[in-house]
């Protein structure tokens, strides 16, 4: 992603599928720019959303103005892009929060990471790193090998903090894959997915994309992307702590995305 100098001011449907964990009913709206949402979201042109940069000095929040094109793909279903009229693409976009405040954000982590089955990641600023209220990301699964392939199944994802622990998704399967066929649902083919050669930047496996606390609550914020298996499309999510249920760590903002990312469109419409 292309830095910006910290002087330049820069100016969703929840997809309802059958592996993701219940959502969470909140207002708040997060956009993926350059990307063929699904369905079309209530923005418009010439609206002002907060952007999250990477900058020359970190991650920083930042009010951006956006275009808005109507469009059908090559299958004839309706899709929306947003465009961020600034000098870089911002990671989201989010709308609904009009009490986040523009700067720097503290970020714990930022890259594609997948977490295979009994991973963990340790979320805390460098700063922080010996404080004993820090949270834990750890993945948990079954891998089996099936006709020459490394297969996952019952594939989750749970946050702990302190003496919570939440699922933020999971892909629902409950039998093991026997009989293994390409794009089967619920499985996670990681037979080209070895440390060497991760291929988690062509989107076909659940990674976390950035860890911070964007909404300034002192509690971890999370970023996702988490792809449909054997379907051309996948869901975003930013986890937020500040909107989270009594009982919750965060709350889940999703929106669809269809893939290719670029997909090319046959009609147009402002």
Not at 149 to 163: A, C, E, H, P, Q
């Given at each position: ?57 970190g991650y920083m929040l930042a009010p951006t103005l956006i275009s808005v094109e109507k469009a059908l793909d090559e299958f004839s279903r309706p899709v929306m892009r947003v465009k961020a009229k600034s000098e870089s693409r911002p990671l ?142 996948g869901v975003y999510s930013l986890f937020l702590s500040s909107k989270a249920g009594k009982s919750d760590l965060v709350a889940k903002t999703p929106v669809g995305v269809r893939l290719p990312i670029l997909a090319e469109v046959i009609v147009?419409?402002?």
């Open positions: 992603m292309k830095r910006i100098v910290l002087a330049i001011v820069v100016v969703v449907f929840a997809i309802g599928a059958s592996f993701a964990g219940d959502q969470i009913p909140i207002a708040t709206k997060i956009i993926i720019p350059d990307t063929d949402l699904i369905p079309i979201s209530g923005v418009k042109d010439g609206d002002e959303l907060m952007g999250l940069y990477c900058s020359t000095v989201f976009l989010i709308t609904g929060v009009s009490n986040f405040k523009p700067g720097i954000v503290p970020t714990f982590f930022s890259g594609e990471k997948f977490l295979f089955p009994g991973e963990s990641l340790v979320l805390t600023s460098p700063e922080d790193a010996c404080s004993p209220g820090y949270s834990v990301l750890q993945a948990f699964g079954k891998a089996v090998n099936r006709r020459n392939r490394d297969l996952i199944y019952d594939y989750k994802v749970k946050l702990n903090s302190g003496d919570k622990v939440q699922v933020l998704d999971y892909y629902k399967t409950s039998k093991s894959p026997k009989t293994y066929k390409p794009g089967q649902t619920a499985v996670l083919d990681i037979t080209d997915h070895l440390i060497t050669t991760d291929l988690s930047r062509e989107m076909e496996l659940p990674i976390l994309i950035w860890a911070g606390d964007i909404d300034r609550d002192n509690n971890p914020d999370l970023f996702m992307w988490w792809p449909c298996p054997g379907k051309n499309a147009f419409e402002k």
